[in-house]
């Protein structure tokens, strides 16, 4: 069910920025680009998420594009602990549920 | 002072028992989740409660049953465990507010998940 495509993997140089892209054509105009991670063996955890205009937290800078159908999510300098699986969500108002598709596993080399 | 906190951590147990994972969370919020991440690491809902209400029950066995005894608890008592009930189950609660009129479910707290096997 999962609305996005995300590549199954990638690298990252430590203290590098880390891009990570998410396509989701098919988005809605109610729908909300949300971005997760989760670290090995841990809970899910929230880190940023938009509707049209670029966001920026304490964590990331979620990118999306003028017509919503593909945003990135930038981690601007990366550390070892920042190795995770990162999802991107495609979420409307209600029903009240976030639906996970495979993910992209960022390895962060040292 | 963990946010959302779940017991046991580790289950193991035999097919055809019965078993339960309690959740809490102490952030004050009025909507609590169950997810389950199955051995390939997809991480599906299985429920969704608000206010002590059931919103959301995915395509689940009614051999797994959550109970909430308040709006801090939601509990997922499974009956006649089976195989395939191995995996990681989360917990994860979340606050809805009002944004323009609309309700806005806020982001999801997730628990440290509890990893069952049943032999």
């Known amino acids: 069910d999962a609305k996005t495509t995300q590549p199954p993997s990638m690298d990252c140089a430590e203290g590098r920025a880390a891009n990570l892209p998410c396509n989701h054509s098919t988005i809605s105009g109610n729908e909300y680009v949300y971005w997760y991670r989760q670290i090995h063996s841990q809970g899910p955890q929230y880190i940023i998420h938009g509707l049209k205009n670029n966001e920026t937290n304490e964590m990331a800078s979620l990118i999306i594009t003028e017509d919503r159908k593909s945003s990135t999510l930038i981690l601007p300098h990366a550390t070892l602990r920042d190795t995770a699986v990162y999802y991107c969500i495609v979420r409307s108002l209600t029903p009240e549920k976030l639906t996970f598709g495979t993910g992209t596993r960022l390895t962060i080399i040292p | 002072d963990t946010a959302v906190s779940q017991t046991p951590k580790y289950l193991v147990t035999q097919m055809g028992n019965d078993k339960s994972i309690k959740c809490e969370q102490n952030?004050?919020?009025?909507?609590m989740y169950w997810y389950k991440q199955d051995s390939k690491k997809f991480l599906k809902i299985m429920f969704s409660y608000n206010n002590k209400e059931l919103i959301i029950n995915e395509t689940v066995p009614n051999r797994f049953s959550p109970k909430s005894p308040d709006k801090a608890h939601l509990n997922l008592h499974i009956n006649s465990l089976e195989l395939g009930d191995s995996a990681v189950y989360f917990c994860?609660?979340?606050?809805?507010?009002?944004?323009?009129?609309?309700?806005?479910?806020?982001?999801?707290?997730f628990g440290p998940g509890t990893r069952l096997t049943v032999l």
């Open positions: 952030l004050g919020h009025d909507t």
């Open positions: 994860a609660s979340s606050q809805g507010r009002e944004s323009g009129g609309y309700p806005f479910v806020n982001e999801q707290f």
